[in-house]
């Protein structure tokens, strides 16, 4: 997310942090992915990462399925599709197609999206849509079915570590000619979950305060106007100590703190963080669904099928895709999913048992 002055360039961020103190890992990571964002599409083969609607159309299909049979159980209600950092727009436009084949047609289109780079990719295949800086700017004459894949995930996090002295957050200083993260001087206990406070020196901790209140505002809309939210990210569920920080470039891991901005900061997901934000909202919390038993129960396979019947040249193709995203060793279990509802709308599909 750029800051408000825009995105300061690589050997910016290297000065600010040789002449000034050392700064949070939250601000180094926000600002290097603020470069990051604004100055490239990162999507696909020529780019750094790929994304499970760029794996395959099944994916933002099954989405829009979700979506449609929410919709129609809730009694076809007008509604806004909202989607937090939509990439190329590839899950909207394949959701937004499959929900129409069910008469679901969302009133409006509204992405929240701050990159120059993807709002025009996102404009040229969804010329509907309007875009919003945030969520505060997104508008109030409708329910809201809001999707966010991946999008979490990129949000800046605060790392503490325990230290002989007790826990300490940790900050990126340059060292030697290089970046390096580094425990700071004051003392951090309170920002510690109080059932991982007596772990062992060494141990490291993530919060990300950011996250929770972009998810707070979200519910606050839904419970307010109506609607439902889809959070599709890599994680957990917390309370957990370890360093997820982690930087992709072309395809591979790459170290965080060299070349900042060039590369895709990210960090796993805390789901338990998310539903505690949601939950002063007064919306209904569904419990956590791992991506590959939630597309099973939304019909993957029967999609897989009807594919393979139109396109038998294409079966091995489609049936790896199906694998990349379902099976336990690629995105299956590491992704997972969560959902809110408003009050009064209807428990949605592919969640294991009752809400949480």
Known sequence: MPLPDGPPAPEQLLKD???ARPMTMADYMAAANAHYYATRDPLGAA?????????????GELVGIWIADLWSRAG???????????GRGTLAADALRAASRFGCVPVGVDL????????????????????????????????????????FDALPVHQYVKTADGWRERMVERRDGRLAPR?????????????????????????????????????????????AMLAIDYGYAGPAAGDTLQAVKA?????????????????????????????????????????????????IDARL????????????????Q??????????????????????GWPAPAGFPGDPA
């Not at 076809?76 to 939509?86: D, K, Q, S």
């Not at 099928?305 to 790896?320: G, I, M, Q, V």
């Open 251 to 299: 395809h591979k891991y790459v170290d965080p703190f060299v070349d900042p901005g060039e590369a895709d900061l990210t960090a796993h997901v805390d789901f338990t963080t998310l539903a505690d934000a949601a939950r002063p909202a007064g919306v209904t919390i569904s419990r956590l669904a791992t991506q590959g038993d939630w597309l099973r129960r939304l019909g």
């Open 17 to 19: 942090i040789a002449v």
């Open 76 to 86: 076809c209600p007008p509604f806004r599709y909202v989607e937090l950092g939509p």
């Open 322 to 343: 199906r694998d990349r995203l379902v099976e336990p060793g690629e995105m299956g279990e590491l992704f997972k999913l969560i959902a809110i509802t408003a009050p």
């Open 305 to 320: 099928k009807s594919l393979t019947a139109a396109a038998p040249d294409r079966a091995a193709e489609l049936e790896s």
């Open 183 to 227: 425990a700071g001087e004051i003392p951090a206990d309170d920002a510690i979950p109080a059932v991982l406070r007596d772990r062992p020196e060494g141990t490291i901790v993530e919060t990300t305060p950011v996250s929770a209140a972009i998810m707070q505002r979200c519910a606050f809309r839904i419970a307010r106007q109506g609607g």
């Open 112 to 151: 929240v999206e701050t990159s120059p780079t993807l709002r025009a990719a996102q404009s040229a295949r969804l010329p509907q849509a309007e875009h919003r800086d945030e969520v505060d700017a997104l508008p109030d004459d409708a329910p809201l079915v809001i999707v966010a894949n991946e999008f």
């Open 47 to 59: 780019g750094d990462f790929t994304t499970a609607p760029e794996i395959s159309q099944m994916f």
